[in-house]
């Protein structure tokens, strides 16, 4: 299966001038299984944008003039799509400087001690009275736990697997994580990995939603969710579901977590406390996505047990689910930066506030309520109606639908819309049925022919 090279794969060049064999997976941010870095490597050697010389553990990589020059062309683009504030895109920039010239720092106790539940709050009371507003268009709010997110769980598994594991690195569509779901496995052996993580989610996503009347911040729901999430990606089966004896370090950052295990101990079990105690379940929600990954209190996996996690108050209390429906990785990324290194929430804050309205809009149009309509979409409608039709009356199956809009956006899309039109056309193509296939101008036997290869695909081994 061709994937498109990503641009963001270089980023790390940009503050090492070559990489050697010691550690291919902690190259990357986040950190990658080593055969999925190794693969990611070699793709960017076929692309000209590295070369590689040596062998064995004497190999070296090293930017190529061509890769140079697609760094410095992407440094001078836009940061992200988001509609950051000016003290946010400040707390960028501080960011931006090579990791060698940013003071080092160790855990801030401070920081979790200081904040005190119901009383120190990191959202304003107006964003959380909107967001109360725009979760609770629901209209479930006496059902019983976690109601609404099995209502739409199949739309809802899909989703949050794919954004949490795409905001990891995880270069599988959307169209290829419906494909995986349905068939329980991947057709690209050196991919694995990235497989196994999405069909993770999907278990950990399961857990939630099973027990969503008696999960909670407690250490039997996130020790089992951190053990679902690793399932099989961890060299130690032992550190599944277990908290960290051994140091870890974070990309591409200047802090450096705490390293004693019964400090770790002692601090995860004051964050969970901490977290029972908000009652404001957005706060509780957003509280879960700092403290959980500043500590990384496990070996690997710390940010996708706090996106799940931030999703338990909100399936038990009925409101829109999280699902980080076109969140930058750039963006998320330096909202951790952020908390890592300077104790700063602002970035991540207006990351997260934009994200749950994104998501609540998503589920509220799919629950068949009126909404505003998606920017993105509007701007691109007919070129996204053309290619769906065109995809649909060349039969194409699920993998070739994806190569073929990719190629497509890469001739006709700008560079920073690409992603999102690509994913819009994919959420298109996968929510076209009997009831409305003829807005796009296709016959009802173009249809039928295009569904028989379409189901095909989701049962083919290969």
């Known amino acids: 299966m061709n994937r498109p090279i990503k641009t963001d794969w270089l980023e790390p060049f940009r503050q090492q001038a070559e990489l050697d064999a010691v550690d291919y997976e902690s190259f990357f941010s986040p950190r990658l299984p080593r055969r999925t870095a190794l693969n990611r490597l070699g793709r960017l050697r076929e692309a000209g944008l590295l070369d590689r010389h040596g062998e064995a553990r004497s190999t070296v990589y090293r930017l190529t003039d061509a890769g140079g020059a697609r760094l410095v062309a992407k440094s001078a683009r836009q940061p ?48 959380r009275r909107k967001l109360h507003e725009t979760g609770s268009q629901t209209g479930m709010a006496d059902e019983p736990a976690g109601t609404y997110a099995r209502h739409i769980c199949q739309r809802l598994l899909i989703d949050l697997s794919w954004n949490s594991s795409r905001l990891e690195g995880n270069t599988f569509s959307l169209l290829e994580t419906e494909q995986l779901f349905q068939a329980g496995r991947s057709g690209d052996a050196q991919l694995s990995n990235e497989a196994v993580m999405i069909l993770n989610h999907k278990a950990a996503i399961e857990f939630l939603l099973e027990s969503s009347s008696e999960a909670g911040f407690d250490r039997r729901t996130i020790l089992n969710l951190h053990a679902l999430l690793t399932a099989d990606l961890l060299r130690d089966p032992a550190a599944e579901g277990a908290l960290r004896t051994d140091p870890v370090g974070i990309g591409k950052s200047s802090y450096l977590p705490p390293a004693i295990p019964a400090l770790i101990e002692t601090l995860f079990d004051l964050i969970l406390a901490k977290a029972r105690e908000i009652r404001d379940p957005f706060e509780q929600a957003f509280f879960a996505m700092v403290h959980l990954p500043y500590l990384q209190p496990f070996i690997d996996g710390n940010k996708r047990v706090s996106r799940l996690a931030a999703n338990l108050p909100l399936f038990q209390r009925n409101l829109a689910p999280l699902s980080f429906v076109n969140v930058a990785e750039a963006d998320y990324t330096d909202g951790m930066l952020a908390i890592y290194e300077l104790n700063e929430v602002g970035l991540l804050r207006e990351v997260f506030i934009q994200a749950y309205e994104r998501s609540a809009q998503r589920y509220t149009v799919i629950r068949g309520a009126v909404g505003d309509p998606d920017p993105f979409r509007v701007k691109y409608r007919q070129a996204i109606a053309g290619q769906v039709a065109e995809i649909i009356r060349a039969r194409c199956t699920r993998r070739e639908a994806v190569a073929r809009l990719r190629r497509w956006a890469e001739d006709s899309i700008i560079e920073s819309d690409r992603k999102s039109f690509v994913a819009a056309a994919e959420e298109t193509l996968v929510g076209i049925h009997e009831g409305n296939f003829a807005r796009y101008q296709i016959r009802p036997l173009e249809f039928e022919a295009w569904k028989t290869a379409w189901s095909e695909t989701a049962s083919d081994p290969a």
Not at 89 to 96: D, P, S
Not at 101 to 123: C, H, K, M, S
């Open 80 to 127: 992200g799509d988001s509609r950051l504030s000016a003290s946010a895109e400040a707390l960028r920039t501080k960011l931006r400087h090579p990791v060698s010239e940013r003071t080092p720092v160790g855990y801030q106790r401070a920081f979790l001690d200081t904040y005190q539940p119901n009383q120190t709050f990191y959202l304003p009371e107006s964003a």
